[in-house]
């Protein structure tokens, strides 16, 4: 692979996700790791021709967008809870679990965890059943036994709340 057309990525230490179409890539772990395999992803997508030319810098751009739209203060469980308007406990628990994610670094959680974070929000704990539904929809997936771990389809049904409660 040219290293040319694809220019180093932006020094980030977490997660990148990348979308072309129908095909959904993300990576997680240290810069290392991400870059190392971000640059198989781009080889891949380049030789089955699913990639654009400008698609590195797409992905840089994007990388730089999200970290300057990010607050300077960060929400409390109870604010980030009030921009979605979640109105089921199932959208309750997605919200809270996103919020653990991007806040306070969860990307895995307990329902204790939940139920934590449920309280400095003043809401009421999430029931059991809740973890069951968000499950079967497609939002959470189990990591072990009694952890959980927010879906790809979990953080976009958060940005749908987060949007229709903006507009």
Known sequence: MDDSLYPRVVRMVGRVRVRIGETEVELEGEEAFVEKHLKEVLAYLDRSGRAGRDLPAKIIQAAETEARSKPTREPSPAEYYRQTNASTGTE??????????????????????????????????????YVTYAMKQGFLRQVSKGKYALTLSGEDAVLGLAKKAAA
């Open 92 to 129: 309750t628990l997605i919200v809270l679990a996103k919020y653990m994610e991007d806040y306070r670094g969860k990307s895995e959680f307990t329902p204790a965890d939940l139920n934590k974070i449920a309280g400095e929000a003043k809401l009421a704990d999430i029931h059991s059943q």
